[in-house]
């Protein structure tokens, strides 16, 4: 393998905070066995740690320092000179202080990324909703590789957590307008962040300029000229049906909102309501994106889907692995039939 190629395999799962045993380790331990080539191992380190992405929006300390350990390790295997650039690098992580939340960044295939800060914590501040799941990054490459089905069109998200799947989405599916929602008061404040964070500005920041992006940010907002973003907060078991009317989306999406049996019941009751809510009679085409944990739970949102009327069908398995999810993940997307 082109020691290149190996370097990009290192770079695009540590900027996306993917865990270190995921890594092709085996592999760089063998072409240095090989080769004892530090150079190598330079390249790497400029790919992951030095790269300006991780300079401007860093993983977490403990993230970072055990990276750059397991690289020294491997160093040191070979029993070659010793690289400083290493050294300097680990003795400048050990002096930083740990955060409660961090950054991650995912590559897209237009060059471009997004970056999300991100909780440490799986769960922080009562939410599970401050953390990206792999549904999430499976339906965001899912829609990358169906682009047209959002081109133009207005995309309503259920669920939207911090915001990879609709950032990414915006940024290369070019839709007309982009509604985000949520509920919990934490999750929303950390999506607006991060909508920003990737220069986009709010619908109501366009009057409103009390929450516009900081200045480094503003030329590529201007430049962006994306779609109308907005954040919605929903709370699916209150909300009312003209607040749902006023939405009119052409597509809705979700991803990881079917874990739990009331939630999956408030879902489908949302779900009918949206879809029988177009102005101009044409039901909006939905797409749901889940992690099969519990098979019970999927067969209940199954079976409340029929009560309704609404029928759904299983979307192919693709298997690009652009944002690098778990494999062995059983997660399934179901197109829902309206």
Avoid at 64 to 72: P, T
Avoid at 93 to 114: H, M
Wanted: some cysteine; glycine content about 4%.
């Amino acid at each position: 393998m082109d020691p290149e190629q190996l370097g990009l395999r290192f770079q695009r799962p540590f900027l996306a905070g993917r865990r270190l045993s995921a890594f092709p380790w085996a592999e760089l331990e063998q072409k240095l066995k090989n080769s004892s080539d530090a150079l190598l191992l330079l390249d790497i380190l400029q790919k992951t740690i030095l790269h300006p992405l991780c300079r401007k929006y860093p993983p977490s300390v403990k993230y970072r320092r055990c990276f750059i350990s397991e690289l020294i390790k491997k160093h040191e295997s070979i029993a070659t000179e010793p690289l400083d650039e290493l050294y300097e690098v680990l003795a400048e992580i050990l002096n930083k202080e740990e955060s409660i939340s961090c950054y991650k960044s995912y590559l897209l295939p237009t060059g471009d990324s997004v970056t999300l800060s991100e909780a440490v914590a799986i769960i922080s501040q009562g939410t599970t909703g401050l953390v990206t799941w792999d549904a999430a990054l499976y339906l965001a490459e899912w829609a990358i590789e169906n682009s047209a089905i959002f081109r133009n069109r207005t995309v309503l998200e259920l669920g939207s957590g911090i915001g990879l799947t609709g950032l990414a989405l915006c940024k290369t599916c070019n839709p007309k307008a982009y509604i985000f929602s949520d509920f919990h008061h934490c999750v929303l404040e950390q999506l607006r962040e991060n909508i920003h964070l990737n220069g986009f500005v709010l619908e109501s920041e366009t009057v409103n300029h009390t929450k516009m992006p900081s200045k480094d940010r503003r030329a590529e907002v201007m430049e962006l000229q994306g779609p109308k973003i907005t954040v919605a907060e929903l709370d699916w078991n209150s909300v009312t049906e003209e607040q749902l009317s006023e939405i009119q989306a052409d597509v809705i999406i979700a991803a990881d909102v079917v874990y739990d049996p009331e939630i999956s019941l408030s879902l489908v009751s949302v779900l009918q309501q949206l879809s029988t809510s177009k102005t101009d009679g044409k039901p909006p085409e939905i797409y749901i994106g889940f992690t099969v944990r519990n098979p019970d739970t999927y067969h209940l949102f199954q079976t409340e889907l029929g009560k309704v009327g609404i029928g759904w069908q299983v979307v192919p398995t693709h298997m690009k692995n652009l944002f690098l999810y778990d494999l062995h993940s059983n997660i399934t997307l179901l197109k829902l039939l309206v």
